[in-house]
């Protein structure tokens, strides 16, 4: 009889757990919003921003020629930026 409850036990703890994820509004591991990925890079002539792959945004007026060759390089190879303002701030830097 003490095996029976035991299994009855473990079936009953495996439905409870069964019914805490599938059931909407109980305890549930939120998942994390998708993160973007944003590069800044020269390409055709202009500094440019892209957004998980995507031309999000170009910015005129950058002398290219004028910077200095480190930053050329990065730019040529696209500098990985973790967030819009951070990418604002870098132009804003290069137009200086």
């Known amino acids: 009889m003490t095996f ?3 299994v009855l036990c473990v ?3 495996c439905t409870t757990l069964t019914a805490a994820v599938l059931i909407p509004g109980k305890t549930r591991v939120e ?3 998708p ?3 944003y590069i800044l890079r020269y390409e055709n002539g202009q500094v440019s ?3 998980n792959g995507e031309l999000s945004q170009s910015f005129e007026g950058i002398s290219f020629e004028d910077l200095p060759y480190v930053d050329r390089q990065s730019l040529k190879d696209g500098i990985k930026i973790s967030s819009y303002e951070e990418a604002l701030s870098l132009v804003e830097d ?3």
Do not use: S
Request: charged content about 30%; proline content about 6%.
């Open 49 to 51: 921003l892209f957004e």
């Open 94 to 96: 290069f137009d200086g």
């Open 31 to 33: 998942q994390a919003p």
């Open 35 to 37: 993160t973007k990925e």
């Open 11 to 13: 079936l009953m703890l």
């Open 4 to 6: 029976l409850k035991l």
